[in-house]
């Protein structure tokens, strides 16, 4: 099945800075990466998602590249504000499986004020 | 709110006890799954059913029993569990289209500890 590894398992930035998150993933075959965004306490919302005919979208301060030769995405962050402290998580969805989505292990942002 | 509740919300329970964890979605979707969120781990699924019916159980251990009445609920039902079942039990679903984004929505998950 699908392998999704993401770096850093924790990030600490300066209001103001960026903030980039990286994950790669096993299945050539994947073709839609979304990004969740989990608060304390909360459930996690998707933020952003791009799918394997695109190499990068941007919503305000979030972009989101792809790149399927390296089997690698990143979630990058601009512009960085206490409200973006949230655990981050990535995913793959294979083609094969179109309601099933592989997590990764998630990545701690905090932002120092 | 996402249109997906469960309840109950935070859960303690002894090895010995039977409970269930309930979820529903008001959203028109049509797959529901389960996940077990564990402190530093990914996501880890451990049921989904489309259209009622389950088409994933990821080498679940038996004391987890799920049941999906219709489109709309799903219920994880526990017995005899252990101190390390502990965790934050999340729902979520999806209405499946061939070729669409299927974004995941996820209920407020149950906080269940095990003593």
């Known amino acids: 099945g699908e392998n999704v590894e993401q770096h850093p398992s924790t990030l600490s930035v300066q209001e103001g800075d960026s903030a980039v998150i990286k994950c790669t993933y096993s299945?050539?075959?994947?073709?839609?990466f979304p990004w969740y965004k989990q608060e304390l306490g909360k459930r996690p919302q998707l933020i952003i998602d791009?799918?394997?005919?695109?190499g990068e979208k941007k919503d305000q301060r979030i972009a989101v590249t792809l790149n399927k030769t390296a089997k690698h995405f990143s979630l990058h962050i601009t512009e960085t504000q206490p409200e973006d402290s949230a655990v981050y998580f990535c995913?793959?969805?294979?083609?094969?499986?179109?309601?099933?989505?592989?997590f990764g292990a998630g990545t701690t942002v905090t932002v120092r004020a | 709110e996402t249109g997906v509740t469960q309840t109950p919300r935070h859960l303690v329970m002894g090895m010995t006890n039977k409970k269930s964890l309930k979820c529903e979605q008001h959203l028109g979707h049509n797959a529901m799954y389960w996940y077990k969120q564990s402190a530093k781990k990914p996501l880890e699924l451990m049921f989904v059913y489309n259209f009622k019916e389950q088409t994933e159980n990821n080498s679940v251990p038996s004391r987890f029993s799920p049941e999906c009445p219709n489109s709309s609920h799903l219920f994880l039902h526990l017995h005899t569990l252990q101190p390390e079942d502990s965790a934050l039990y999340l729902c979520a679903s999806t209405l499946i289209v061939g070729g669409g984004s299927n974004e995941q929505f996820f209920g407020p998950g149950t906080r269940l500890t095990v003593l």
């Open positions: 299945d050539s075959a994947s073709n839609y």
């Open positions: 791009i799918r394997s005919n695109v």
């Open positions: 995913a793959a969805r294979g083609r094969s499986n179109d309601y099933k989505l592989s």
